[in-house]
Nanobody
């Protein structure tokens, strides 16, 4: 499975961004997907995840109510709509996939990773 994240950029606090993750078509509809982020010098942090069906999602407390993860199994694509961005959301964002379609929030449970896209939010 190959993943390609895009959509990052530099914005002001309160602005919105939508990240996209293109997933290689093979086995897409069976995999669990997630978004993680990392600030240099820190551990990778869970942001959001979805199971293979798209019906079950999970969010980090820090982004609940502001970020929305969706997947389109017909494309195949995954999206992260990020609203009301804050400076503390500044990080490199990575999309990830796991062969087992069950939703997981821990990075070690994921088998495949994209290269990441940078999000910078200034106050």
């Amino acid at each position: 499975v190959q993943l390609q994240a895009s959509g990052g950029g530099s914005v002001q606090a309160g602005d919105s961004l939508r990240l996209s993750c293109a997933v290689s078509e093979r086995l897409f509809k069976y995999v669990g997907l997630g978004w993680f982020r990392r600030v240099p010098g820190t551990e990778r942090e869970f942001v959001a995840a979805v199971d293979y069906s798209g019906r079950n999602t999970e969010y980090a407390d820090s982004v609940k109510g502001r970020f929305t993860l969706t997947r389109d199994n017909t494309k195949p694509m995954m999206y992260l709509q990020m609203d009301n961005l804050r400076p503390e959301d500044t990080a490199r964002y990575y999309c990830a996939a796991r062969k087992n379609g069950v939703l997981k929030v821990v990075s070690v449970e994921y088998d495949y990773w994209g290269q990441g896209t940078q999000v910078t939010v200034s106050s």
